[in-house]
């Protein structure tokens, strides 16, 4: 008889640890007491976007003490080389949230895992924004899940505006006038007409003007047609911006923002989270925004986006998904919008259009501005891939080709022909490495 009990109870020790070890993660790590770290990667600094994903990691391990996130800030530009490091090493996080050029590409390479389930789960694609979930979709697959979006608007001086009775500019030719006005009034005591900033990957003055010009680096079959009198034309228009532009601004690094809040120029393109820190300042009453005007063609102006791309690093995956659950729980992601960024809006619909996020008191006050801006969600291009993504895209953007072109404009003097001519060749030889690769 003891002989059998001790039979059973060594069959019942055997079997226990067989389920303990298919158990998935975080209920296994409750039984380690080790949670299971989900890393994250991110690149908002703000003091605003800071806090805000603190308290909803904070509210997500209370909820889930089996869970650590372990959210690393990486810089914009520092992302994509690093997870290409890191996916050599088999070591890549969880979790990346980076420029919108790079999801797709991510998809492309094998890197992300496709959410098209979890993008059910929350209501279906045609719950998000519609520009930022076409350019996370590759034939059908999506490789991410928008949760922010932030069009490209002209950032515009109120008070000079009203000195010089200037009305808000319908067409390219307007825009000039009304940025020489403010030149040749102001720029004597260092205020410009307009600041046309270049740096770290933010050629944002030459994709603005392509994106209402009609001028496109790829076109809907992948073709290259950047050599284009549609480029050429806003390339031209960009020299004449230039010359009601503070010395020296195409190859600054510092915070184009700051420069504008202090007074440097009376316009310059950003994206709408610029408010964030104008309402810091509370000088709402001082700078608003309008479109970029639209000389040609279906687009209007830039819009970046943000997502969350779920790689496929299988350690912490599903503990990964469980988090992304969380944050599109609509109390957790209405909580997180109404703290977040100002001017970051939110890519999912039903966040965007509630009464709770525009009432909220922080986001009321800048409501006007932001809400002019929201038709550039779904008329808005992306960077190299204003059709939908292609795998030339996060090359291209890597090899920073619009930047380059406005430094040959405005630095090397290059013609608008000239430029136009490198572009497509240095297209054409990404295209071959990438097609070689």
């Not at 890549?92 to 496709?114: L, S």
């Not at 709770?356 to 779904?378: G, H, N």
Request: proline share 6%; charged share 20%; glycine share 6%.
């Amino acid at each position: 008889m003891k002989k059998t009990v001790s039979s059973i109870l060594a069959i019942c020790l055997l079997l226990s640890v067989v389920l303990i070890c298919q158990v998935p993660g975080s209920i296994a790590a409750a039984g380690s007491g080790d949670p299971v770290v989900v890393e994250f990667w991110d690149p908002e600094l703000r003091d605003d976007g800071m806090a805000a994903w603190a308290a909803l990691i904070a509210d997500f391990e209370a909820a889930n003490p089996g869970i650590k996130i372990d959210r690393v800030s990486i810089p914009w530009n520092d992302e994509n080389p690093k997870l290409q490091a890191a996916a050599a090493a088999n070591s890549m996080p969880n979790i990346v949230h980076a420029f919108h050029t790079y999801h797709a590409g991510w998809g492309y390479q094998g890197f992300a895992r496709p959410v098209n389930d979890l993008v059910d789960e929350f209501g279906g694609p045609d719950n998000f924004a519609s520009g930022p979930m076409l350019r996370s979709t590759v034939d059908g697959t999506i490789y991410a899940i928008p949760f922010i979006f932030y069009p490209h608007v002209i950032h515009y001086r109120k008070d000079l505006y009203e000195k010089y009775d200037l009305s808000i500019p319908t067409t390219w030719d307007e825009l000039y006038e009304n940025s020489k006005v403010i030149n040749d009034g102001e720029s004597a005591d260092g205020t410009y007409g307009f600041f046309v900033y270049n740096a770290g990957e933010q050629p944002y003055p030459l994709v603005n003007l392509m994106a209402c010009n009609d001028a496109h680096a790829f076109d809907k079959d992948v073709n290259i047609i950047i050599n284009s009198p549609e480029t050429i034309e806003a390339l031209t228009f960009l020299e004449k911006l230039l010359t009601v532009s503070p010395p020296g601004s195409v190859t600054r690094t510092d915070n184009s923002g700051n420069a504008f809040l202090a007074g440097e120029a009376g316009h310059f393109w950003s994206s709408t989270s610029f408010i964030n820190m104008v309402v810091g300042e509370d000088a709402l009453d001082k700078f608003g925004t309008f479109p970029t005007p639209v000389q040609k063609g279906e687009f209007q102006a830039f819009c970046d986006f943000g997502a969350f791309t779920i790689t496929k690093q299988p350690e912490g995956q599903p503990e990964a998904m469980d988090f992304i659950r969380f944050f599109f729980e609509k109390e957790n992601s209405l909580k997180f919008y109404q703290n977040f960024v100002i001017g970051l809006l939110p890519a999912n619909k039903s966040i965007l259009e509630s009464d709770e996020f525009w009432s909220y008191p922080r986001i009321a006050k800048a409501s006007d501005s932001l809400k002019s801006a929201l038709p550039i969600a779904d008329r808005g291009i992306g960077m190299f891939m204003d059709y939908g993504p292609n795998i030339y895209a996060a090359p291209a953007r890597s090899a920073n080709v619009f930047g380059k072109m406005v430094e040959y404009l405005d630095l090397e003097k290059w013609t608008p022909e000239q430029v136009v001519q490198w572009a497509e060749n240095e297209l054409n030889t990404i295209k071959m490495d990438v097609d070689y690769d």
